[in-house]
């Protein structure tokens, strides 16, 4: 009897394998200078994405999570601030508007997109309203001209959430480089990992780059003289040295991924599931998703989970509870309005197998096993 491989989320031995050489040369590079914290290899990767995403400043920092929380205290935002965002995200979106002393407001998705409803957002917007956390989720752009307009029209701010679409763009604009400031995330399983966590911010102003320089290292502007209370928020020597290795090939992987996602989207075209958008919706001008997840709907979601986990075939509920009904959310939001397209789409989403080296008989084995569940 032949055992069948296991087709995993993502394959990052794979990738380690592709580059182990270059990988492993940074790493030793750094051990041999024993710098492990704020050296070069952190000044010149964030020189680096700095001139990639198009910004004046790249801020890096300790995680994606820690980039939201920094970027909200350089705005100033606290108690009795409102900030809008999606209720279709993972935790840290929201963790980061409560860390501050601020109040979520959640405004329901379009779900084709999976993205916020852009429509609903002015009607969202109070007298305490200070900011909007777009979150570019599974990879695909929120319509940020849209979004830009309606926070020049109420002043209001605007937080990139970056963690699931570093190099995604928007015309020419890299996302990241359109809002005040954009989030990034390493985390190893993103578009762009390393090997630990990770983190970054981005901005074009430079005022908020020095605040989030100083607020990430302890509040100080000079060793030993701190000017307001910071934190420990660094990215370390070793994650900057395998970032900097990554980053050049970022987009050849993000278009990989993108192959795998229209792979999908073709062998998927006559079974009876809702397939992710290859592209955005014209309306938003020329942009490209970069497919951190590749997610479907289907009312029989339990059953093909099940009957790909018989074949091995790892599958996962990017987000069974939207944030608006998470027990640590309920009581911080200012009044319980109910989201039915997030609600619908968190009983109905599965993500499938996706990464840059991914197999094409891995990608036909997750179709066909779908195929006979829905057929
Ligand atoms: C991963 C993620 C984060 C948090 O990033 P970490 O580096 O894990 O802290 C924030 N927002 C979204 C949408 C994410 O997917």
Redesign the pocket.
Known sequence: MTSVQPIPMVDLREQYLTIKQDIDTAIADVLSTTQFIMGSNVREFEQEAADYLGVSDAIAC???????HLALRALGLGPGDEVITTPF?????AE?IAYVGATPVFVDIDPATYNMNVELVEQAITDNTRAIIP???FGLPCDMSALSAIAKKHQLHIVE?C??SFGAAINDSKIGAIGDIG?H???PS?NLGCFG???MLSTNNAELAEKLRVLRAHGSTKQYHHTIIGYNSRLDEMQAAILRQKLPRIDQYNQARHNVARAYCEQLANVNVQLPLLNAPAAMGEATPVF?QFTILSDKRDEIKQALATQKIASAIYYPIPLHLQEAMVDRMPAKLSHPHAENVAQRCLSLPIYPEMPADSIQRVCKTIEQVVS
């Open positions: 300790a995680n994606g999570t820690d980039a939201l995200t993972f935790i840290a979106t980061a979150v570019h989720l959430d963690a699931q989030c995330s390493f985390f993103k966590d990770g983190g951190h």
